[in-house]
């Protein structure tokens, strides 16, 4: 199971939101490049950056910082936010990413995950975020009424990388992850699920490292390792110590 930093860039900055509120936001670095240096210094495999402007704006609005991040750092990384249309898709992955996120057109527009899926194979995640069970998009200030589950189901044999699920009213707020919609999320789904959203402490990596039997692959962890509550090197040892487990 992978631990993964996230890097949220707003207005070029890396920054965490409070429950994805974009007026709730707390500055760590006004250098996100140095910051993703740091979490590769400090062990992380894989990073998860989010250009929050472009999430609500529709298109991205931070491609020089993310792809100055790429350039900078040799661990790959996934990025997310206002990527809307195959052009952006082809955009980022020119530049370095690995993995591309959608979210917002994969839920109003879900065919067009099975066109990016085919144009870029293996490179496409699906970002599905929801509060009390229903999907949010448009950077997380509008709840539909689709269930989370229920839009997942419709991705499996698009040949979706995995899907990204974040329980936004626990995100940003150091309260523990949800762990039973977490399990219920990914005990629907034949796709891999990258948990996001809540993890506090260690124990809450615990928890989550539980779930690898139901498909949970990987762990985002934001504000807990920009707080100090959560140790990056620790978190990753974890793991490693699971992975000689199985």
């Not at 980022?92 to 109003?108: N, R």
């Not at 150091?174 to 796709?191: Q, R, T, V, W, Y």
């Not at 809450?204 to 985002?220: A, E, R, W």
């Amino acid at each position: 199971m992978l631990i993964i930093p996230a890097i949220d860039i707003k207005g070029g900055k890396c920054v965490r939101l409070f429950q994805g509120k974009m007026e709730q936001e707390t500055v760590y670095s006004d250098d996100p490049v140095s910051v993703a240096k740091k979490w590769e210094a400090e062990g992380a495999e894989f990073l998860h950056l989010v250009d929050l402007d472009g999430a609500v704006e529709g298109d991205p609005k931070n491609k020089d910082i993310i792809s100055n991040i790429i350039k900078g750092i040799k661990i790959p990384v996934e990025v997310g936010g206002g990527i809307r249309n195959i052009d952006s898709i082809k955009e980022y992955i020119s530049i370095g990413a690995q993995k591309v996120v959608i979210g917002t057109t994969a839920c109003e527009n879900p065919e067009f995950v099975r066109e990016a899926c085919n144009n870029f194979p293996g490179k496409i995640m699906v970002g599905i975020d929801a509060k009390n069970g229903n999907v949010a998009v448009r950077g997380w200030k509008d709840v539909t009424d689709t269930r989370a589950s229920s839009l997942a189901k419709r991705f499996e044999g698009m040949d979706v990388a995995g899907i990204i699920y974040t329980d936004i009213s626990r995100d940003g707020t150091l309260s523990g992850p949800n762990i039973e919609a977490i399990k219920s999320f990914a005990e629907s789904i034949n796709i891999p699920v990258i948990a996001s959203g809540g993890v506090s402490n260690i124990n809450d990596i615990k928890s989550i490292i539980g779930l690898k039997k139901d498909g949970v692959t990987g762990i985002i962890i934001g504000k807990a390792l920009y707080s100090g509550s959560v140790n990056l090197r620790e978190a990753i040892e974890l793991t490693k110590i699971n992975r000689i487990k199985d």
